[in-house]
Every structure is written in C-alpha cells, then in structure tokens.
C-alpha cells in the first residue's frame, strides 16, 4: 500500500493581500497546513526546513500522524519536488525525540 508524504513550503494570501509563510502538508489520507513561520524560514534547505518546523514544534493537526506514520513505517517524504528516503530523515526524528524529553 502507497502512502506518499508531502510538505510544500507556501506563502499564504488572505482576500486582502496581506501574506503569511509556512507548509502545508499532505498524504493520500490527509491534509493541513501551517502559516506562522517568517519568510526567511520558508528558504532553508529541505532538510534544514523539515528539521526546523520539527525543532520550532511549529506545526499541529496531522503533522504528528503523518510523521509519525513514517518513522514507525520507515518511509521518506517529498519536500517541495524533492524525495528523501528514510535514512536521510530518521536523524532528524532522532533529534526530534531527544529535543522533547
């Protein structure tokens, strides 16, 4: 069973112009998003950007699942148009874990 994850970096524009910068992020079951990171986040390298929105704890709603779906599965995720295979992305759990206890 495929189970492909995404996270996109995004700049958000409300009905008023004014901008906000974050993710969203998606697989074939669920979707959501993020808007509350600086512009200057939303430029770092893709894993630098997975290891920060990680580190920042900036996300919520499904992120959890997701990333959690791929630890535990030990799946890669696309960010932007580029693939990263488990093994490049488990250190970043790695840290992840360390950081929250």
Do not use: C
């Not at 992020?25 to 290891?51: M, P, Q, R, T, V």
């Not at 693939?83 to 992840?96: H, S, V």
């Amino acid at each position: 069973m495929s189970n492909s994850a995404y996270i996109v970096r995004t700049k958000f524009t409300d009905m008023k112009g004014q901008e906000t910068f974050g993710y969203r992020i998606f697989d074939d079951y669920e979707s959501d998003y993020y808007n509350g990171l600086d512009k200057e986040d939303i430029a770092s390298e893709g894993l630098d950007f997975l290891e920060l929105i990680i580190g920042q704890g900036s996300f919520g709603g499904i992120f959890p699942s997701i990333t959690g779906h791929l630890y535990e599965m030990q799946r890669g995720i696309y960010i932007d148009d580029d693939w990263f295979d488990y093994e490049t992305i488990a250190p970043i759990f790695i840290k992840a874990d360390e950081w929250q206890e």
